[in-house]
């Protein structure tokens, strides 16, 4: 059964590591249930990425989105982030950092 928004699972690294591992995890699970699913990432690494190509996954890149704070950089990555959440209008959303 596929829905017509898709789960959202948004991490600020793609470079592998525990939580990126499971993000991915994640998506696959979640798309052998059939679920519609998409993984927005920040612009540091290409592991995640480069995983869900293989996968068929859809992801999208987040620009400025980064683990580290800093407040000019996470202006940026939270407007384009809005944009993107609302192009996407997605049924639920899990963060991870």
């Known amino acids: 059964m596929s829905s017509p928004s898709p789960i959202a699972l948004a991490i600020t690294l793609a470079k ?3 939580a990126t591992t499971f993000v991915l995890r994640f998506a696959q699970w979640l ?3 059939g679920e519609s699913v998409v993984v927005l990432v920040g ?4 592991w995640l990425t480069d995983k869900c190509t293989e996968a068929d996954i859809p992801y999208e890149r987040i620009p400025h ?3 580290a704070i ?9 407007s384009t ?3 993107t959440l609302k192009r996407l209008a997605p049924r639920a959303l899990h963060l991870n950092r």
């Open 16 to 18: 592998p590591g525990g």
């Open 31 to 33: 798309r052998h249930r």
């Open 65 to 67: 989105l980064r683990r």
């Open 43 to 46: 612009d540091e690494g290409s």
């Open 70 to 78: 800093h407040p000019v950089y996470d202006l940026l990555a939270l």
């Open 81 to 83: 982030f809005t944009k």
